[in-house]
């Protein structure tokens, strides 16, 4: 969290871009290698949870909106080599949440002081660094600092991230390193996520993606990561959680003429370890099948799967007594199968009929969703979801991400 005001933050930001801009006009010699660079992107998201008859989650409505504007220098090296230097701010507000008058709460109510005022709005600063690289075919990227999520560009299943952490978690921290071909993509990054403290947990993951085409309607990936969740000064013990997740596409848009017509058949397969409670590796898997249609603008997307329960230590506590939860698994709590561990598979789906309008491509990104879980043979509950996506990059046309 950041300790300044929101004044002072205002005003860092200008200054650093007065500061830019005067730089760029004294190299007016030099006008093709340097010049100001700025990003700025806009997410909102409406999303009702009604989950009363399960118990992997609870019923919610998370209903807000972010801005995370950034401004930075651009050194043209030569005509393949661009370096970025980067600094902005992510604003975050969650509709309704206010702090309540003390004259209208109870006295000590955490309502009093857990809302949002305007300086409580600025969560997080972005300082990065980035290099795009143009070898032949073959483009590199790096990006090293703290950054917006969306630069990475891999596929990975909600079973590595849920919707919930891809919307509140906004940045990573630590490196990210894309190749690009003409008819293949591959990142693989470090997130460092908590650093050792008393009650603060030490914790960072290694993540990779990647992606080939082998055929024009056929095409080969995999998604995994490393996730190592270690101890604090109160809670010893640390726990290896290792997902890998291979996979196929069947992409038939064109011989069906419609918008999208995508089958992805994929293998969860995760590795785990808890090496002070358990003290032994717990290997649980299972299939997983994607189908999404799309026409006139109107689709539907399943996404079904068959396996073990996926994440065996969700309700077990650490040796300081603290429950693992979601501080472990930061994907959708749907992967556990069931309510309580067991041995024996079952059947998570999740069931999606959406209207993605085609307007403003593609730098705009409009969806309504209502969409339905299912864990065996049992109605898990549903969403109804709204989520708009703006990015200026794109818009601007810098082929950013």
Not at 13 to 27: D, E, K, N, P, R
Not at 74 to 79: E, F, I, N, S, V
Not at 202 to 212: L, T, V, Y
Request: glycine share 8%.
């Amino acid at each position: 969290m950041i300790k300044m005001n929101a004044f002072r933050y205002i005003l860092s930001i200008a200054l650093v871009s007065v500061f830019l801009c005067q730089g760029t006009h004294a190299h007016e010699n030099d006008s093709s290698k340097v010049s100001f660079a700025y990003d700025l992107d806009f997410q909102m998201q409406f999303d009702n949870r009604e989950f009363y008859r399960s118990n992997f989650t609870t019923s919610m409505t998370v209903f807000g909106a972010r801005l995370t504007p950034s401004v930075g220098i651009a050194l043209r090296q030569d005509g393949n080599t661009m370096h970025r230097l980067m600094m902005g701010i992510d604003v975050m507000k969650d509709f309704g949440r206010s702090p309540v008058s003390p004259d209208r709460a109870d006295a000590g109510s955490p309502e009093t002081a857990s809302g949002q005022w305007n300086k409580d709005l600025f969560k997080e600063m972005t300082l990065y660094y980035s290099l795009d690289k143009k070898m032949g075919d073959t483009g590199l990227s790096i990006v090293a600092g703290v950054f917006p999520r969306l630069l990475s560009e891999g596929y990975y299943s909600r079973a590595f991230l849920s919707d919930s952490l891809r919307f509140y978690d906004n940045n990573l921290e630590g490196l990210l390193i894309k190749i690009r071909r003409p008819k293949a993509y591959y990142e693989v990054g470090c997130d460092w996520m908590g650093q050792y403290g008393t009650f603060r947990r030490e914790r960072f993951m290694i993540f990779s993606s990647g992606n080939a085409k082998v055929a024009p309607v056929l095409s080969l990936g995999y998604s995994a990561y490393l996730y190592h969740y270690s101890c604090s000064e109160r809670a010893v013990g640390v726990v290896d959680n290792v997902l890998i997740n291979p996979y196929i596409i069947l992409d038939l848009s064109h011989v069906t003429k419609t918008q999208v017509f995508s089958m992805r058949l994929g293998w969860l397969q995760a590795m785990q370890n808890d090496r002070e409670m358990v003290g032994r590796y717990v290997c649980p898997g299972g299939a997983e099948f994607d189908l999404d249609i799309r026409k006139w603008n109107v689709g539907i997307r399943n996404e079904f799967f068959f396996g073990k329960n996926m994440m065996p230590y969700y309700h077990s506590k650490d040796p300081g007594g603290y429950t693992y939860s979601n501080l472990l698994y930061m994907g959708s709590p749907f992967y556990q199968v069931y309510d309580r561990p067991v041995n024996h598979a079952g059947v998570a789906d999740r069931l999606e009929v959406y209207y993605a309008p085609q307007i403003g491509l593609p730098y705009l990104d409009f969806r309504i969703s209502a969409i339905f879980h299912f864990n065996g043979t049992q109605y898990s509950g549903c969403r109804q979801m709204v989520s708009l996506n703006f990015n200026l990059q794109e818009l601007l046309g810098r082929n950013k991400r």
